[in-house]
Each structure stands twice: as C-alpha cells, then as structure tokens.
T-cell receptor, first 116, second 115 residues
Framework: AQKITQTQPGMFVQEKEAVTLDCTYD???????LFWYKQPSSGEMIFLIY??????QNATEGRYSLNFQKARKSANLVISASQLGDSAMYFC?????????????FGKGTSLLVTP | DAGVIQSPRHEVTEMGQEVTLRCKPI?????LFWYRQTMMRGLELLIY????????DSGMPEDRFSAKMPNASFSTLKIQPSEPRDSAVYFC?????????????FGEGSWLTVV
C-alpha cells in the first residue's frame, strides 16, 4: 500500500522568501510518480509539478522545484520568491503502478500563508 | 483546451433527496476519477473508470452512492438518499492514460451541503 505523509499542518513565509513543504512517502511499487497540487481558498485543485521515480534530475516548473531524495523517500516542494498568491493548501500525492491502481493517493496537506 | 467540467458547482439539498453530480472529462482522457474531500478524511478516492468501465469502486461509502460513465465524455455520481454526512466537496478528475507518470487533472469541484 502507498502512504503519503505531510508533517506540517501549517507554514508561514514572508513574501519574496523561499519555503520548503515536506513530503515523505512509502511504497513497494518500483515505478511511481509524485505530484504536488495547490488548492487555493476558491477550492480548485491545481497541478503544480511532477517527479517520476526514475528521473535522475529534480523537477522544476518556474518558481516550483521538487527536492527528490529517493533513498530517503522524500519529495519536498520548494517555492522560491514567495508571493501573496501562493497562500493556499498544498497536497503531495503519489500515483503508483498498475497493481496499486492508477489513482492518486494524497497526503493531508500543508496550509501555507504568505505574509507581506 | 477545456479542462474537466463539473456541475453543479454548489448544491444545497434536504436530507433524503437525490443528488446527481455531473462531470465532463478532458477530451481524449480515458481515465476518470471521483474523489471526495472533507475536513475529517481529506481527499478520498471513491471510484475510477478506464475507458468508461468502472475499475475500482471500493471507495464508494455505501449503496446510496452510485456512479456511471455512459460514454467517454460524461460521468455522473449519484447519492440517493442523501444524508448530512455526505456534505463535502466532490471532485471529478481525468488523465490521458494510466501509468504513474501521467498527470491527473481536476475539475473545480461540486460543493454539496445536505441539510
């Protein structure tokens, strides 16, 4: 079974600073994908970034990067130069192999507040 | 391209009434998922379809819940009869194929309140 753990219920960061949101996972699947989604107060789930288990390099998408440490089973999201609009819930999720089904398993989320 | 489209966005209904939530996946996507989000339980997978066929409905809470996908561009999630504990945000999501590397895209959600 897959398990995603986000240990930070809430985080604060000052505008223009960088922030790291933690995510650890557990799986027996040899191939898996790790995803981060953003959920603002309006409620929609917005895809941010993806990391494949066999990818050698850390994924980056604009101000978002994923610090992937496979041996430690961690996939932390780094947001650089935080903006007020980054205030939201952030979810780490895993998509596994066919034997586990192809649905996403989510962590409980981290609430990020960016302050001026 | 249009994203995943859900309707209604908001619904308030009385206990015992039937509720039907609708979803149009992204064109060309052959996986469709229904999730439920609550404060207590977070995001839970209810059911998913591949090529219109239900693959795993083990997350459907009870017989009051049913889901169908009559064609590649439409799915419904029905609750009959509804109860206050069904109040939640229901998300529909789709992806182009299976595989661990394919992104799942979500609709804006249907906010259901059962009073």
């Amino acid at each position: 079974a897959q398990k995603i753990t986000q240990t930070q219920p809430g985080m604060f960061v000052q505008e223009k600073e960088a922030v790291t949101l933690d995510c650890t996972y557990d799986t027996s699947d040899p191939s898996y994908g790790l995803f981060w989604y953003k959920q603002p107060s309006s409620g929609e789930m917005i895809f941010l970034i993806y990391q494949g288990s066999y990818d050698q390099q850390n994924a980056t998408e604009g101000r978002y990067s994923l610090n992937f440490q496979k041996a430690r089973k961690s996939a932390n999201l780094v947001i650089s130069a935080s903006q007020l609009g980054d205030s939201a819930m952030y979810f780490c999720a895993m998509r596994g192999s066919p034997d586990s089904g192809y649905a996403l398993n989510f962590g409980k989320g981290t609430s990020l507040l960016v302050t001026p | 391209d249009a994203g995943v489209i859900q309707s209604p966005r908001h619904e308030v209904t009385e206990m015992g009434q039937e509720v039907t939530l609708r979803c149009k996946p992204i064109s060309g996507h052959d996986y469709l998922f229904w999730y439920r989000q609550t404060m207590m339980r977070g995001l839970e997978l209810l059911i998913y379809f591949n090529n219109n066929v239900p693959i795993d409905d083990s997350g459907m809470p009870e017989d009051r819940f049913s889901a169908k996908m009559p064609n590649a561009s439409f799915s419904t999630l029905k609750i009959q009869p509804s109860e206050p504990r069904d109040s939640a945000v229901y998300f529909c999501a789709s992806s182009r194929t299976g595989g661990s590397g394919n992104t799942i895209y979500f609709g804006e959600g249907s906010w259901l309140t059962v009073v």
